[in-house]
């Protein structure tokens, strides 16, 4: 896991896929700084902390989650500052938490469809025991999108949906031109076994190919270019 740069503003931690620990994005300005999602644990997001203090970049005031997926939110109860979260992926972040985190209940959660095997093997990776566990939810909560001014440099979260998650949301950053993607165009893996639904993957190509940007940084992958992204979904979008 290695802090990247993109330029003096814009930064972003490598993922790891083997405990399936997302990328997670930086922004800062004048004012002050902003990440992006907050990792799958505490132990995720004090890797990120330190990386930056190592770069001597300041402390994010606000984390801003791009969707309610374990990989993404699990890290939140350990951010000193804000999070901004979307009322959608809040209202789900009010039911996991309101869930038990041990194994029996995992494993329950797993025969009723809730919980999917490949989240529960990363979980087991990624935590000693799940009691470890904690889900937090959003202190800042905003409908369909919210737009801070950190100095010279304004960061908008925007609801995207897609193929991935109802509640899927995008970071731009405008005067960069670079777009956190989060897992927005992956497929539905809770709802769908990974399935990609055609006429939502078309919505969301048609999202990127109106908005203006030159680098697409996804959850769980390398940067991309706009012309690249949109190649690769591009195919994922016809309806068989
Ligand atoms: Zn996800």
């Known amino acids: 896991m290695e802090l990247k740069k993109i330029n003096e503003s814009i930064y972003y931690l490598e993922n790891v896929r083997e405990t399936d620990r997302p990328v997670l994005g930086y922004v800062v300005g004048e004012n002050f700084s902003i990440m992006i999602d907050c990792g799958n644990s505490k ?6 902390i330190k990386s930056l203090d190592d770069h001597n970049l300041p402390r994010p005031k606000y ?10 939110t699990f890290g939140m109860h350990a951010f000193e500052g804000e999070t901004v979260v979307s009322s959608a992926t809040n209202e789900v ?6 869930w ?11 025969e009723t469809k809730e919980e999917i095997e490949f989240a ?11 009691d470890k566990i904690s889900v937090s939810t959003g202190s800042i909560i905003f409908e369909d999108s919210l737009t801070l001014d950190l ?3 304004t960061c908008q979260i925007l609801k995207v949906g897609g193929p991935h998650e109802a509640d899927s949301c995008a970071v731009y950053v405008k005067e960069a031109e670079v777009l956190f993607a989060g897992d927005a165009h992956s497929g539905d893996y809770y709802h769908g076994e990974g399935k990609i639904d055609p006429i939502k993957m078309k919505e ?6 109106t908005l203006s940007f030159t680098t697409y940084i996804p959850g769980h992958d390398a940067p991309m270019s706009k012309e690249q992204i949109i190649h690769v979904l591009s195919r994922f979008c016809e309806v068989k």
């Open 43 to 48: 132990s995720h997001l004090d890797a990120f």
């Open 151 to 153: 100095g010279g440099i």
């Open 204 to 209: 969301y190509v048609e999202f990127l190919t």
């Open 120 to 130: 529960y093997n990363c979980m087991k990776k990624e935590y000693d025991t799940f």
């Open 63 to 72: 984390a801003l989650i791009t969707h309610w997926h374990w990989d993404h």
């Open 93 to 98: 972040l009010k039911r996991l938490k309101a």
């Open 100 to 110: 038990k985190w041990d194994e029996e209940s995992v494993v329950k959660r797993l």
